[in-house]
C-alpha cells in the first residue's frame, strides 16, 4: 500500500510546494492500485536548522604595566639662622649693673663685709658651683657663681647647586576593555579603553646646597657667693638679704688677707665652626590612567599585530616633602632643621601610540595572550615645598604583558 503522511507532507512546506504535491498524488492514484507498493513515508520539509555563530566582537584583558615617571628637583640655599651675640659685657666694678646672657650683677648693700659685696640673678641653679676650697671655707658657706656671654661672627657663606633628577621604574596592574568596530580585507578595526595604575618614589638624598663658616667666643664670669649658713641654698633669682657675691674689684689693688680664688675671674674661649646644609626632598607619586583609542591590524601567523593609539585621562597623586639639616664639621646631629610638604592631585590629558600583539591559547581563539609596547606623552606637573620645586614628568615608555578573552 503507498501512503503518504499528512503530518511529513504539510509541515515546514510551502502553498507551491504542497499545490505540486497534491497534483502528483492524483496522478499517482490513477496508475496504481493498493497491492503494487509496501507502506512508506516521505517527509517533505525541513526537519533541522543550521545557525552559523558570528565571531566574539568584545574582549576583555588584565596583566602587568611597568613605565617610569621622571622628577627633576630644584633648590634654593637657605639661610642660615645666625646665633644672636650678647657681647663681652666685663666684670662687675662695685657700681651700676652688669648684664649676662644668664643673670646680672649689680649693687647690693651687705653689711659687715669689708671688701664689699654684690647682689645678683641667675637663670639656673646649675649657675651655682662647689667651691674649690671647700663649701665651707672661713666657716660660712662658700659657693662659685658663673654667668655667661658670647659673641658671633660669620664669614664664607656660599651657595652649593645641588639640583638632581631621579627616575624610577614602577610596575602596576591594567585592565583592557575592548571591541571589534570592523573588518574587511583582513583589516580589523578595534576600540580599546580601561584603566591602569603605577606607583614610583623619587629621592634626591641628602645633599649639599649651602657652607657658612662660625666664629664664637664664649666668655664666662665667675664670682664668689658667700650664703648665710642659716639659709638655704640660693635658688634661682634674687640672693637673700644677708648673702652677698663676694667682689674685689680687678682694678684696684688688694692688700687683704683674702685668697687669689676669691677674686671676680674671666674666662674667654674661640671656637672655629663650618656649617653645610643638606637638602633631602622626597617625592611619591600615584598614577592613574584611562586610556581610550583604536588598533588597526591583521592577523601574521599565529600572532594579530595591531598599531595602536589614542589619549589618555592621567590623575597625578603626588606627595613633596623637603627638609633642610644644618651639620656642623664631624657631627651627625642638626643643629638646626626645617621640613616643608606639598600635595595634590592634578588631572593631565595625554597621548599614546605603539604597536599590540595577541597570540590565541585556545583553538576556538577565545582566550589570548597579549603584549605591547607603547609611549605615553603627559605633560609635566609642578610642585613646590620649601626650598625645593620640582617637575613631575609622567611621559616614558610603557610595556605590558597581561592575558584576555573574547566573548
Not at 536548522?49 to 633648590?75: C, H, K, L, Q
Not at 662687675?92 to 647690693?108: E, F, L, P, S
Not at 641667675?122 to 660660712?140: A, C, F, M, T
Request: with cysteine; charged share 20%.
Amino acid at each position: 500500500m503507498f501512503s503518504i503522511s499528512k503530518k511529513s507532507l504539510y509541515m515546514h512546506t510551502s502553498p507551491i510546494i504542497r499545490t505540486a504535491t497534491a497534483s502528483f498524488l492524483a496522478l499517482a492514484a490513477t496508475q496504481v492500485t493498493a497491492s503494487d507498493f509496501t507502506p512508506f513515508d516521505v517527509t517533505c520539509g525541513i526537519d533541522k536548522m543550521v545557525v552559523i555563530e558570528e565571531d566574539p566582537i568584545w574582549f576583555f584583558g588584565g596583566g602587568a604595566a611597568v613605565r617610569s615617571i621622571n622628577a627633576s628637583f630644584t633648590n634654593s640655599s637657605p639661610d642660615f639662622d645666625r646665633q644672636t651675640s650678647h657681647g663681652d659685657p666685663g666684670l662687675y666694678h662695685r657700681a651700676g649693673r652688669v648684664t649676662y646672657k644668664d643673670g646680672y650683677v649689680d649693687q647690693h648693700a651687705v653689711r659687715g663685709r669689708r671688701f664689699g659685696g654684690a647682689g645678683g640673678y641667675v637663670k639656673s641653679e646649675e649657675q651655682i658651683k662647689d667651691h674649690p676650697l671647700g663649701n665651707n671655707y672661713g666657716g660660712i658657706r662658700n659657693y662659685v657663681v658663673e654667668f655667661s656671654s658670647d659673641d658671633f661672627a660669620y664669614s664664607d657663606y656660599s651657595e652649593i647647586d645641588a639640583n638632581a633628577s631621579d627616575s624610577d621604574n614602577g610596575v602596576g596592574p591594567y585592565l583592557q576593555l575592548g571591541r571589534r568596530l570592523t573588518q574587511f580585507d583582513g583589516i580589523q578595526v578595534n576600540f580599546t579603553t580601561g584603566w591602569s595604575f603605577i606607583s614610583t618614589e623619587n629621592s634626591t638624598g641628602a645633599r649639599p646646597v649651602a657652607r657658612i663658616t662660625e666664629d664664637r667666643t664664649d666668655y664666662t664670669y665667675r664670682y664668689d657667693y658667700i650664703a648665710n649658713p642659716d639659709l638655704p641654698r640660693l635658688i634661682p633669682g634674687h640672693v637673700n638679704t644677708n648673702d652677698q657675691l663676694f667682689i674685689i674689684d680687678p682694678r684696684t689693688a688688694y692688700d687683704g688677707n683674702v685668697p687669689d680664688h676669691s677674686r671676680p675671674t674671666q674666662e674667654t674661649t674661640y671656637t672655629r665652626s663650618v656649617f653645610t646644609a643638606y637638602s633631602t626632598s622626597n617625592l611619591d607619586v600615584n598614577l592613574n590612567e584611562i586610556p581610550f583609542g583604536l588598533e588597526v591590524g591583521h592577523k601574521a601567523g599565529p600572532v594579530d599585530l595591531f598599531l595602536t593609539g589614542g589619549f589618555t585621562l592621567n590623575i597625578i597623586d603626588y606627595e613633596l616633602e623637603n627638609r633642610i639639616d644644618w651639620i656642623a664639621a664631624g657631627s651627625k646631629s642638626p643643629v638646626a632643621s626645617q621640613v616643608a610638604r606639598d600635595s595634590g592631585t592634578p588631572l593631565k590629558v595625554g597621548l599614546y601610540g605603539g604597536l599590540v600583539a595577541r597570540c590565541n591559547l585556545s583553538e576556538d581563539g577565545r582566550f589570548f595572550i597579549e603584549s605591547s609596547g607603547t609611549y605615553r606623552w603627559v605633560d609635566p606637573v609642578q610642585a613646590n615645598a620649601g626650598l625645593t620645586s620640582v617637575e613631575i614628568d609622567p611621559s616614558s615608555w610603557e610595556g605590558r604583558f597581561g592575558i584576555g578573552f573574547r566573548f
